[in-house]
């Protein structure tokens, strides 16, 4: 399984991603969740910009 964070910077929101890379009963997996960032302290950081894409 691997999981991916991806920022949407334009509307400060992150999106994790997961995926399975072994088919599994047929299929491969996957899941896609959300985080809204706006009304936190995160919300405007600079930080934000960064690339927060990881392995």
């Not at 995926?19 to 299929?27: A, D, M, N, P, V």
């Not at 997996?29 to 600079?46: E, R």
């Amino acid at each position: 399984m691997k999981i991916r964070r991806i920022l949407d910077a334009e509307h400060q929101t992150l999106m994790y991603l997961s995926y399975s890379t072994k088919e599994t009963s047929g299929s491969f997996k996957h899941s896609l969740s959300t985080v809204a960032l706006w009304g936190t302290d995160a919300y405007g950081t600079k930080s934000l910009g960064e690339n927060t894409t990881r392995e």
